[in-house]
């Protein structure tokens, strides 16, 4: 069975500080996405990474995908209030679309 | 834009009361997908459509089914929900089964 285990599951930080969110696996996934999702709301696409080794970066947030592509990343820099929200990572397994157990992220002004 | 749409963003349903939650997209995908969500957890799986082509998850409800009656409509119908149906339900579609998700609003059902 193909896991993502995400960590840490929550977090509570302070506007302007930096976190990283990881997104780990045994498996290997011939791509990888990161969602945030904010309460009352569906999931929203934030990046999709192919390449082992790939990063990518979206105005303060960097994602990575490891070397093997079992792995992930998603850091923010100078986190804002605005950035709260629950974080799943998903990835395209061997049978199917697997999600991540999630991060719950809150930045406190 | 190109997009998914859920209606109702809210349902109110009784308890054995049928319910049917619908999801529209226009990006013209070939998969369309119905998730469960429940209080921030991940989104469960409860089916999907491949085309015409239905998947049902294996620990997916027999109370719940789904209708796909073109490309870009799809429904899922709760037969008698219970209490422990109540959650987010999630409409997502994707191109083909190796392509990311791309998801809907979602629709809040309460089950009194």
């Known amino acids: 069975t193909q896991l993502l285990e995400q960590s840490p599951q929550f977090l509570s930080i302070q506007e302007g500080e930096n976190l990283t969110v990881y997104c780990n696996s045994s498996s290997v996934f011939s791509s990888l996405q990161w969602y945030r999702q904010e309460p009352g709301e569906g999931p929203v696409l934030l990046v999709t990474v192919v390449t082992g080794g790939e990063v990518k970066k979206l105005k303060r947030l960097t994602f990575q995908f490891g070397d093997a592509r079992k792995d992930s990343s998603l850091h923010i820099t100078a986190a804002q209030p605005g950035d709260t929200g629950l974080y799943l990572c998903?990835?395209?397994?061997?049978?199917?679309?697997?999600f991540g157990t999630g991060t719950r992220l809150k930045v406190l002004a | 834009d190109a997009m998914v749409i859920q209606n109702p963003r809210y349902q109110v349903t009784q308890f054995g009361k049928p319910v049917t939650l619908s999801c529209s997209q226009t990006?013209?995908?070939?998969?369309m997908y119905w998730y469960q969500q429940k209080s921030s957890q991940a989104p469960k799986l409860l089916f999907h459509?491949?085309?015409?082509?239905?998947?049902n998850e294996a620990d997916t409800p027999d109370n719940f089914q789904s209708r796909r009656p073109n490309t870009s409509f799809c429904f899922l119908d709760i037969r008698s929900p219970g209490l422990g149906d109540a959650a987010m339900y999630l409409c997502a579609t994707s191109r083909d089964h190796a392509h990311e998700q791309f998801f809907g609003p979602g629709t809040r059902l309460t089950v009194l």
């Open positions: 998903a990835g395209t397994g061997t049978y199917k679309y697997i």
């Open positions: 459509y491949y085309d015409k082509d239905f998947n």
């Open positions: 990006l013209n995908h070939n998969v």
